[in-house]
T-cell receptor, first 109, second 115 residues
Framework: RKEVEQDPGPFNVPEGATVAFNCTYS??????FFWYRQDCRKEPKLLMS???SGNEDGRFTAQLNRASQYISLLIRDSKLSDSATYLC??????????FGPGTRLSVLP | DAGVIQSPRHEVTEMGQEVTLRCKPI?????LFWYRQTMMRGLELLIY????????DSGMPEDRFSAKMPNASFSTLKIQPSEPRDSAVYFC?????????????FGNGTRLTVT
């Protein structure tokens, strides 16, 4: 079993739709959690950190369920510019960041 | 505020040649990471440093790969001799603090093609 699992997609959604991505991680020692987005042929960029109580940043909401070892990302009112690959990243002791394979999103006009 | 700076952006070389990739982390960041990304394997951690000391190099594929960090503002990843299967995008990233609470900041990457 891979340490971080994500549905690779692609998720093809119309503009304005709400879309949700899920991620599961296997290492219970993971302490911090992040979502990154990566545009084609670019570097990954931090989208948001994920806190235990859940957190929101504009149209983006992240949730963490430590008991189920599950992270989610919800995007509301999706824009064309949201088209990218979304990477789930749990980090455990020290600075050990483990990148998931990513979920590809295409927002269609 | 300058981000992580990598050079070169693109490198095309022939099999058997030595390749050196360079990275300047964000000033004040004490952790530096080298990643490799391919379509087949995704983003893989090769090695990371803390305060210029290599901490975990278990991701380095084989002895052809070596990495150094002679000071807090510079690191190199060297492949000698290079092979076609080394073709990938190599990213350098940095962060500060312990415990994994601070996110990684990536450079633009070096796209390596070995023919």
């Amino acid at each position: 079993r891979k340490e971080v699992e994500q549905d690779p997609g692609p998720f093809n959604v119309p503009e304005g739709a709400t879309v949700a991505f899920n991620c599961t991680y296997s290492n219970s020692a993971s302490q911090s959690f992040f979502w990154y987005r990566q545009d084609c042929r670019k570097e990954p960029k931090l989208l948001m950190s994920v806190y235990s109580s859940g957190n929101e940043d504009g149209r983006f909401t992240a949730q963490l369920n430590r008991a189920s070892q599950y992270i989610s990302l919800l995007i509301r009112d999706s824009k064309l510019s949201d088209s990218a690959t979304y990477l789930c990243v749990p980090a455990r002791g020290g600075q050990n960041f483990v990148f998931g394979p990513g979920t590809r999103l295409s927002v269609l006009p | 505020d300058a981000g992580v700076i990598q050079s070169p952006r693109h490198e095309v070389t022939e099999m058997g040649q030595e390749v050196t990739l360079r990275c300047k982390p964000i000033s004040g960041h004490d952790y530096l990471f080298w990643y490799r990304q391919t379509m087949m394997r995704g983003l893989e951690l090769l090695i990371y440093f803390n305060n210029n000391v290599p901490i975990d190099d278990s991701g380095m594929p084989e002895d052809r790969f070596s990495a150094k960090m002679p000071n807090a503002s510079f690191s190199t990843l060297k492949i000698q001799p290079s092979e076609p299967r080394d073709s990938a995008v190599y990213f350098c990233a940095s962060t500060q603090g312990a415990g994994g609470a601070s996110p990684l900041h990536f450079g633009n990457g070096t796209r390596l093609t070995v023919t």
